[in-house]
């Protein structure tokens, strides 16, 4: 009668040796791959003296200084610090009571934690406009700082070149609206005989800093920077990089039921399709575009897409944003 031999379960030290050393060659070569792709990625070739000015970079970051070094896009290490803010906006909007994009043409002045608001003596705010006109003429803010704008082509004067978004939350201080966070987007254009020709852009979080225990103004908490070489290489003069920018930095689509409100000019009609909540569409520069040439856009005026569709593909952080998200 045969008898059948039971072998041992398990791999033989042979066996787990020769494994090893063939996961140390795979893992190996995989190493050798990926410092091969990293240095093969574009890198930045300087970075320039910004001459931002005292009152900017204390605006903007709450430091003292005149000029900002800062690295020549493509950035990928500011692209990291964007991913960041990234994961940061949409954490502070998906939380949101409302959210309002304020478009400007100067720097922000006005950071403030909490808004005064009583729904008994002031006006419903369900629009950028209406948190504008509730500031300006409740709370003292000047009429300059924030422009009363609605979208591209409505108002024919120039797009605004920087946006102040507010991001508003869950209040526990009676008569006073909390303010989560506010996001700075500024685009600053140099062309000075001086001044390295180009365009700085930077995008910045304002919010309570971690040892508040009563509202105050809010704080810088961090963001990213970087700066735009004119798309023309080597130009001899301003006028050939004259359309570089990037604009516009948010669409507001309203809601579809104000159609019945007729206004002029026509173009603000094109913007009413949300069915329910009114939204916006949000642009952050990218860092690693190399430039901010102009691009194409052939829609017609009484089109919407023909505000925003040039923005299409010229930037990685584009965001679709509810105005009121936690309603």
């Known amino acids: 009668m045969n008898r059948r031999v039971h072998q041992p379960g398990g ?28 240095r093969s990625q574009p890198s930045v070739s300087s970075v320039v003296t910004v001459p ?11 430091v003292t200084a005149s000029t900002r070094n800062v690295a020549m896009a493509p950035q990928y290490g500011a692209l990291s ?23 400007r043409d100067g720097v922000n002045t006005w950071r ?42 409505n108002d024919r004067t120039a797009v605004p070149q920087n946006a102040s978004i507010f991001v508003l939350g869950y209040s526990k201080y009676s ?77 507001t689509f309203e809601r579809s039921t104000r159609l019945a409100l007729r206004e002029t000019p026509s ?10 909540r009114p939204f916006y569409f949000v642009w952050w520069p990218d860092p690693v575009a190399r430039h901010l040439g102009p691009v194409a856009n052939t829609f017609a005026s009484s089109d919407p897409r023909q505000a925003y569709n040039h923005m299409a593909g010229r930037s990685a952080f584009m965001f679709t944003v509810p105005m009121f998200p936690a309603l």
């Open 175 to 251: 008569g006073y609206l909390k303010v989560s966070a506010i996001y700075d987007i500024d685009v600053i254009r140099f062309t000075g005989s001086t001044e390295p020709n180009g365009i700085y852009a930077s995008v910045k979080r304002y919010a309570d800093s971690a040892t508040t225990t009563t509202p105050s103004t809010l704080a810088y908490m961090g963001g990213y920077e970087v700066f735009f070489p004119p798309s023309v290489p080597n130009p001899t003069n301003v006028t050939q990089w004259s359309n570089d920018g990037f604009t516009p930095l948010f669409i």
């Open 267 to 276: 173009t603000i009609e094109r913007f009413k399709r949300a069915a329910e």
């Open 112 to 153: 403030p934690a909490i808004i005064a608001f009583n729904p008994a003596l002031h006006d419903e705010i369900d629009t950028p406009q209406k948190f504008r006109e509730h500031i300006v003429n409740n709370l003292g803010i000047s009429a300059s700082l924030y422009r009363d704008y609605r979208n591209p082509l």
């Open 52 to 62: 931002l000015g005292n009152v900017r970079i204390l605006n903007f970051f709450g």
């Open 11 to 38: 791999f033989t030290s042979v066996e787990l040796l020769l494994v090893l050393a063939l996961s140390a060659v795979i893992l190996g070569g995989a190493v050798v791959s990926y410092g091969t792709i990293v």
């Open 81 to 103: 610090q964007a991913e960041e803010l990234r994961e940061q906006f949409m954490t502070d909007t998906i939380s949101a009571t409302a959210v309002f994009c304020l478009p």
